[in-house]
């Protein structure tokens, strides 16, 4: 019985360790990866191989120098992607029962939430303060921002048919409520119909006005 039990434990320990090692291989590829986007002056998509090396969290060398390069990259993209956001917004499609503001004004440290368009007088104003880089996250995130309420905020901006457009997301509820937006369009087997749904925007957005 003994034996048997020393046998289990060697199979489990070699399993472990060959799975680390193959973990730490993964690590140095995409930090070598990252590297070399980051000498090509490619920072964006570096951060983004630096946050694969970040995601087994095993305190490995190799996490330490990649978190070391996304605490140094990470605010310089928060900060570029959040200017794209600059602006008057009036809303253009609404498509969501979580908020319905009628105008957003965002300047570079504050955003300003209006119930109608020709209110003078902002409903709510939230400062621009991006979530912290979590390592076990799925991906990097440059959109988020966390309000001091605790909600979880996602902006992006997106030119279609010639007209920028801004697309603000409630992620997460100050009582900790996620959400999550299901496109199930891509699965339509009709390739006409599927085509036509997919054109369609299904996301509230907003359009620049100033």
Not at 18 to 34: C, M, P, R, V, Y
Not at 104 to 109: A, D, F, L
Not at 156 to 165: A, G, H, I, Y
Request: net charge neutral; charged share 30%; proline share 2%.
């Amino acid at each position: 019985m003994r034996n048997i039990l020393l046998s289990l434990i060697i199979l489990i320990s070699s399993n472990l360790f060959g799975q680390n090692n193959d973990i730490i291989n993964s690590q140095k590829e995409n930090f070598t990866k990252a590297e070399q986007l980051l000498k090509n002056s490619n920072g964006l998509e570096a951060l983004f191989y630096y946050h694969q090396v970040c995601f087994p969290n095993l305190k490995t060398d190799f996490e330490d120098k990649a978190k070391q390069r996304i605490d140094s990259l990470l605010p310089i993209y928060q900060k570029m992607e959040s200017s794209k956001w600059k602006g008057k917004w009036e809303l253009k499609q609404l498509k969501t029962s979580l908020f319905a503001f009628e105008k957003i004004i965002i300047t570079e440290n504050i955003i300003s939430f209006y119930n109608k368009v020709n209110d003078t007088i902002a409903s709510r104003n939230e400062k621009i303060k991006h979530t912290e880089y979590e390592p076990n996250d799925f991906v990097v995130n440059i959109n988020s921002l966390k309000f001091e309420n605790n909600e979880i905020w996602e902006f992006s901006t997106e030119k279609t048919d010639n007209e920028l457009r801004l697309f603000p997301n409630l992620k997460t509820e100050s009582n900790g409520t996620t959400w999550l937006l299901l496109d199930e369009r891509a699965m339509i087997r009709n390739d006409v119909e599927r085509e036509k749904a997919l054109a369609e925007e299904i996301r509230t957005y907003y359009v620049r006005i100033k």
